[in-house]
C-alpha cells in the first residue's frame, strides 16, 4: 500500500509539474506575439557625377546629391580623389555642386567618389575610375554665389584651359541668365521659344577666376560656357554647365495691428511650397514669449483676402516685443527640410489710455464724437470706415485730428450710404505708425 501510494503521489507531482511548465510555455508565447518592433528606415539618399572632364594634372567634377529623409549625417557628406599613394577629399554641400582637383600626377590612374556616412560609416553614393592625360581644351571648375547687392547676385567662376598643341587661338567665357517661371512643378521656360542671350568675357590667362555682378536674383539659373576659337573661326565649346542660383524662399511678413495689449500680424507665403509650415514667435528681449502657427488662407477666397492673422493677447502695455518669423520647408533643389527665418520685427505695445464716444444720426448723415484721455499720445487720428455687407475693402473713409495732445477731443459727421446693408467702424489711430490702432465702435445698418 505504501509503494502504490508513493507512486500516485510521485505520479500527481509529475503531472503538476507538466501543467505548469505548459502554463508557462503559453504565456510566453503569448507575450512574445504581442511585442512588435516598428523600425523607419530612411529613403536611401542618391549621389550622381554629372559630368567629370580629366586634363593632364587636374579634374574637374559636376555631382549632384539628394536627401530627402535627411539620412546623411551633418558634415560627412565628401567628394574624395584617391590612388595607392594619393588621397584628397573635399566636403560638399547637397545639391548640385561644382569642384575640382588640381596638382594632380600625368597619366595617372585615380578612383573618384562621394562618400557619405548614414550612421554606421561611411558609404559610397558614386564613383568613377579616370586617368589623368594631356589634351587642349578648359572646363568651368567652379561656380560661387557672392553676397546679393540689391536686385543682383554675384558670381565668381573659375576657367583653366590647356593649348600646349596650339589647337586655340583664343579662349571666351559665356553666361546668359534665364528666368523661369515655375507653377505646380512645371516650368514655362522653353530654350527653342526663348533662346538664350550670351555675354563673353575674353580670358587672357589660365588658371582664372571672373566676377560676374549682373545676375539679376530673381533668375531660376545661368548657363555658362567656355569657348574655343579656332583659326578656321570654328568655335568649340569646350564646357558647358547650367547653375540654379540658391534657392530664396519668397514670404513676407507684416504687422497688422498693434493695440494696447495685443498684436496681430499675417504673412504672404511662399507659393511654390505649398506645404511649407509657417509659424511666429513673440520675443521679450532674448525670451520666446509665445510661438503661434500660421493658418493656412481660406482657399474659397479671393487673392486680397487670403492672408490670415495671427493675434497675441494678454501682452504688456508700452512694452517692446519682437516677432520672428519661421518657415518649414523643403528646399526643392536639395530636398531637404530646412527652416528659415524670413522676417523680424520689433514693436512696442501702445500705452494705456480712457475714452468716451457717442454718437447721433438723422435719415442722411452719422454723427460721432469722441474724447480721449491719452497720457502716451498713442493716437492723433479719429477715423471711420463703411463697408458694403460682405466687402473686405471701405466703401468710404475718412478721418479728423485732435486739436492738441491735451485736447483730444473729435468729431466726424459722415453721410449713410444708399446701401441696404452696411457696417460703419469707428476708431483711433497714430498717424505715423499705420498699424497702431484700435477700434472703439462697430454700427451695423
Known amino acids: 500500500m505504501r509503494r502504490h501510494s508513493r507512486y500516485q503521489e510521485q505520479s500527481k507531482n509529475k503531472l503538476r509539474f507538466e501543467t505548469i511548465s505548459k502554463l508557462f510555455s503559453v504565456a510566453t508565447m503569448t507575450v512574445a506575439t504581442v511585442v512588435v518592433v516598428s523600425v523607419f528606415v530612411p529613403q536611401s539618399p542618391s549621389a550622381t557625377l554629372e559630368d567629370v572632364i580629366v586634363f593632364e594634372d587636374r579634374l574637374s567634377y559636376r555631382v549632384n546629391v539628394v536627401d530627402p529623409d535627411q539620412a546623411i549625417q551633418d558634415d560627412s557628406l565628401c567628394v574624395n580623389l584617391s ?100 507653377f505646380s512643378g512645371e516650368s514655362s521656360y522653353s530654350q527653342e ?3 538664350p542671350v550670351y555675354t563673353s568675357i575674353p580670358l587672357m590667362e589660365s588658371p582664372s577666376t571672373i566676377v560676374i555682378e549682373d545676375i539679376p536674383s530673381f533668375d531660376s539659373k545661368v548657363l555658362f560656357r567656355l569657348i574655343g576659337n579656332r583659326t578656321n573661326a570654328i568655335a568649340d565649346i569646350l564646357d558647358e554647365v547650367e547653375v540654379p542660383l540658391p ?21 504672404y507665403r511662399d507659393f511654390r511650397l505649398p506645404e511649407a509650415i509657417y509659424t511666429v514667435d513673440l520675443l521679450r528681449g532674448e525670451w520666446t514669449v509665445d510661438t503661434k502657427k500660421m493658418p493656412l488662407p481660406d482657399p474659397d477666397a479671393e487673392q486680397y483676402e487670403t492672408q490670415p492673422t495671427v493675434t497675441f493677447s494678454g501682452l504688456l502695455p508700452d512694452t517692446e516685443y519682437g516677432l520672428r518669423f519661421n518657415a518649414d520647408y523643403v528646399n526643392p533643389q536639395t530636398l531637404r527640410t530646412e527652416t528659415s527665418v524670413f522676417s523680424e520685427e520689433v514693436v512696442t505695445t501702445l500705452g494705456t489710455y480712457t475714452y468716451e464716444f457717442s454718437h447721433t444720426e438723422d435719415e442722411t448723415t452719422i454723427e460721432a464724437t469722441i474724447t480721449l484721455i491719452d497720457p502716451s499720445h498713442n493716437f492723433q487720428q479719429f477715423f471711420y470706415e463703411i463697408y458694403e455687407e460682405g466687402a473686405f475693402y471701405p466703401y468710404l473713409n475718412g478721418q479728423n485730428g485732435f486739436l492738441s ?30 498699424y497702431e490702432y484700435d477700434v472703439i465702435d462697430t454700427i451695423d445698418y
Request: proline share 6%.
Open 83 to 182: 590612388n595607392q599613394l594619393e588621397n584628397y577629399q573635399t566636403l560638399l554641400p547637397f545639391g548640385y555642386t561644382l569642384g575640382s582637383f588640381e596638382n594632380l600626377n600625368k597619366e595617372t590612374w585615380y578612383f573618384l567618389e562621394v562618400l557619405a556616412d548614414k550612421g554606421f560609416g561611411y558609404e559610397r553614393l558614386a564613383s568613377q575610375r579616370i586617368k589623368t592625360l594631356p589634351r587642349d581644351g578648359g572646363a568651368i571648375t567652379a561656380v560661387r554665389p557672392l553676397s546679393a547687392i540689391d536686385n543682383y547676385l554675384p558670381f565668381e567662376v573659375d576657367v583653366v584651359y590647356y593649348n600646349s598643341q596650339g589647337t586655340y587661338t583664343s579662349f571666351v567665357l559665356e553666361y546668359a541668365p534665364i528666368y523661369e517661371e515655375v
Open 193 to 195: 521659344a526663348q533662346p
Open 247 to 267: 534657392f530664396q524662399l519668397e514670404a513676407y511678413a507684416y504687422v497688422k495691428q498693434v493695440s494696447t495689449r495685443s498684436v496681430s500680424v499675417y504673412a
Open 405 to 434: 495732445p491735451m485736447d483730444k477731443t473729435s468729431t466726424l459727421v459722415i453721410p449713410k450710404p444708399d446701401y441696404d446693408s452696411y457696417r460703419v467702424v469707428f476708431g483711433v489711430r497714430n498717424e505715423a505708425n499705420y
